[in-house]
T-cell receptor
Framework: QKEVEQNSGPLSVPEGAIASLNCTYS??????FFWYRQYSGKSPELIMF????GDKEDGRFTAQLNKASQYVSLLIRDSQPSDSATYLC??????????????FGRGTQLTVWP | DADVTQTPRNRITKTGKRIMLECSQT?????MYWYRQDPGLGLRLIYY???????NKGEISDGYSVSRQAQAKFSLSLESAIPNQTALYFC??????????????FGPGTRLLVL
């Protein structure tokens, strides 16, 4: 069973702070990792993906991957009220016939208050 | 713009009825997926298709069936709807290009209520 675990939250941070979202996964061989943002009642939209250990930065967002510890995190710098959403972590085990399937965590609800 | 569309966007039906949810995409992607989302449970995969001739069961396929009519169309059917199939349903597409995983693009969702 491939599991992706996230703290459900809610995580609440003030505007301008750094929000840190964490995700752990069970399949040690997983190769690709994705962060999606989902506003209430809307569809998930991709924020970032990461394949290699270390950090990947895109604007105010930084994804961090540690395959040895089997965790991936998302940092949001200078958080804005518009960042308030549920953040979904997704993992692609990238093996054989399941190539392309994503396994999603349950999501972490983030609230950024003014 | 290239897009993923779902019809209907909202549907109310009664227990025992057969219903179909449709998904169309103009992205030219080969791979299509159906998920359901329930509060607190995240996204769960129902069925997926890697090309027109390939259909695979996901985690929760019981009570559902699918049809891949063309590269651009992937339909989900509930043969005999039951109340615990009330959920938000998403279609997604992806295109394997790098061989190291892929991005999935989601449609706007169909909100289904089974009475």
């Amino acid at each position: 069973q491939k599991e992706v675990e996230q703290n459900s939250g809610p995580l609440s941070v003030p505007e301008g702070a750094i929000a840190s979202l964490n995700c752990t996964y069970s399949d040690r061989g997983s190769q690709s990792f994705f962060w999606y943002r989902q506003y209430s009642g809307k569809s998930p939209e991709l924020i970032m993906f990461i394949y290699s250990n270390g950090d990947k930065e895109d604007g105010r967002f930084t994804a961090q991957l540690n395959k040895a510890s089997q965790y991936v995190s998302l940092l949001i710098r200078d958080s804005q009220p518009s960042d308030s959403a549920t953040y979904l972590c997704a993992v692609n085990p990238d093996r054989g016939s399941t190539l392309g399937r994503l396994y999603f965590g349950r999501g972490t609800q983030l609230t950024v208050w003014p | 713009d290239a897009d993923v569309t779902q019809t209907p966007r909202n549907r109310i039906t009664k227990t025992g009825k057969r219903i179909m949810l449709e998904c169309s995409q103009t992205k030219g992607h080969d791979r299509m997926y159906w998920y359901r989302q329930d509060p607190g449970l995240g996204l769960r995969l129902i069925y997926y298709s890697f090309d027109v001739k390939d259909i695979n069961k996901g985690e929760i396929s019981d009570g559902y069936s699918v049809s891949r009519q063309a590269q651009a169309k992937f339909s989900l059917s509930l043969e005999s709807a039951i109340p615990n199939q009330t959920a938000l349903y998403f279609c997604a597409t992806s295109d394997l290009t790098t061989g190291r995983g892929e991005t999935q693009y989601f449609g706007p969702g169909t909100r289904l209520l089974v009475l």
